[in-house]
């Protein structure tokens, strides 16, 4: 077995033992937002194991489709109203528990969920820990009317270049990664952007919103970041 091949196994554990960790964060007669991305796809497994008596709401169509394959009951976010706790992953997190989101297209369904919930726990693997967020590039989700001139305001923000994905959201609109410096202020920059008519989310989560970060290390321990 090869070194790479040793690191993609052990990072992979690390991964399920987070998600696993996250999961135990649920409990009987929970309202939980189930979020979308590899390392808490562990979580929805772990809960659909063991299969307590929550109810749920996805934050994508295939989070819904795994939460309700594993017997976990999902329903509308207008129809469960409000959520004790939701466990979602993260592109990028900084040390102040700032966010990049939207790797998988799913972000405005992700901040509408995160919303609505009192607590909001992260379940990343340490290679998503940077200094500033930026490297990952910055999703967006946009209207199909005039995607230029929604380009252009994100580059007068200091976005270097806009990319726009083949693939759509779950909501059928454009997705796009904007495309920054290392970003010094992601709270501002996240106002600034909100701003901006014709984007329908963009994928910076403040870290106000973050209760802790669970990180998977490599060498397979569990590690917490609150503030």
Excluded: W
Excluded at 51 to 69: F, G, K
Excluded at 119 to 134: A, T, W, Y
């Amino acid at each position: 077995m090869t070194p790479m091949v040793r690191d993609a196994v052990s990072m992979d554990d690390a991964k399920k033992a987070a998600g696993v960790h996250a999961a135990g964060y649920v409990e009987d007669g929970m309202r939980v937002g189930l979020g979308t991305g590899s390392t808490v796809h562990h979580t929805i497994v772990a809960l659909g194991d063991r299969r307590p008596d929550i109810t749920c709401t996805a934050t994508s169509l295939r989070t819904h489709e795994l939460a309700t394959s594993l017997g976990l009951v999902v329903v509308s976010p207008d129809e469960i109203g409000h959520l004790d706790i939701t466990i979602d992953g993260a592109d990028e997190v900084d040390g102040e528990l700032n966010l990049t989101k939207g790797g998988g297209g799913a972000h405005t369904r992700e901040k509408i969920v995160a919303a609505m919930s009192d607590r909001f726990v992260i379940v990343v693997d340490e290679s998503k820990l940077v200094e500033r967020l930026g490297p990952f590039g910055t999703p967006l989700e946009v209207l199909e009317f005039a995607p230029g001139v929604v380009a252009a305001a994100v580059q007068a923000l200091g976005a270097t270049s806009v990319s726009t994905r083949d693939a759509r959201s779950d909501n059928g609109n454009l997705l796009c990664d904007a495309h920054f410096p290392a970003i010094d202020d992601p709270v501002a920059l996240a106002a600034a952007l909100s701003g901006i008519p014709g984007i329908v989310e963009h994928g910076i989560f403040p870290g106000g919103m973050v209760e802790r970060v669970i990180v998977a290390g490599a060498d397979g321990t569990v590690t917490q970041r609150t503030h």
